[in-house]
């Protein structure tokens, strides 16, 4: 099932331990970048985070990863929709189980980042950030990318890499980057089962639209 799925959607870089590195280096880099930055940006961090997304978005889009005429073929599919639902109720239940963590220790700092909501470049720039561009930068790069499928050793290794790796871009402090990684392998782990990242792209971009672009629409129609 997913095999068909994950051969459909390949990289033009190559495969192995080399292509491997090769193909995320630049990447990781960007990452690296984005999370020294950030305490330093203050609320500069939002044009940090359009920077780090756009750039990874762009990068993968340049290896000829996942194009969108295969996301479309793909939404014709039964088994399509079946991992895509599936996908949501795993994070939808890992955010709530993030939720709870938090919640259990309230005192502790999570080191997140708050995007600002103040003008309205701002606002439009927090929708693009939290509604269209994860389900492309994140999937493609902590799933697609980081993620060596097949089984065995070397899947959950990456796997746990791609989950913390994920959760260190939303937190800086130890117990966000814990809670984020509960977040994080919501994502991840569906992935490794089923193999498909445009499930995974779509998953993502409905959990966004309902759990941040909604609230917001709904917040700026009351502001009125």
Not at 4 to 19: D, H, I, Q, V
Not at 133 to 138: S, V
Not at 186 to 194: D, E, N, R
């Amino acid at each position: 099932m997913g095999v068909a799925n994950e051969a459909s959607c390949g990289f033009a870089s190559g495969r192995g331990a080399k292509g491997y590195l090769a193909r995320n280096a630049a990447p990781l880099l960007a990452l690296a970048l984005f999370v020294g930055l950030v305490p330093l940006v203050g609320r500069g961090v939002t044009y940090l985070n359009l920077a780090f997304y756009a750039v990874v978005t762009v990068y993968f889009a340049a290896l000829g990863s996942c194009p969108p005429v295969r996301w479309k073929e793909e939404l014709a599919k039964g088994s399509f929709w079946r991992q895509t639902l599936a996908t949501v109720g795993a994070v939808v239940a890992g955010f709530l189980l993030m939720l709870l963590l938090q919640a259990s220790l309230p005192g502790l700092d999570l080191g997140e980042s708050e995007l600002p909501t103040r003008t309205p470049v701002e606002i439009a720039l927090f929708a693009l950030q939290t509604t269209l561009l994860p389900p492309l930068a994140e999937e493609l790069f902590f799933r697609k990318s980081l993620i060596v499928l097949g089984g065995g050793a070397r899947t959950v290794v990456t796997v746990v890499l791609s989950l913390l790796l994920f959760a260190l871009e939303h937190a800086l402090a130890p117990f966000g980057v814990l809670t984020y990684a509960v977040l994080g392998a919501s994502f991840s782990i569906p992935y490794a089962w089923h193999k498909n990242v445009y499930a995974m792209m779509t998953a993502h971009l409905i959990v966004n639209v309902v759990g941040n672009g909604l609230p917001l629409a709904a917040m700026l129609l009351l502001a009125r």
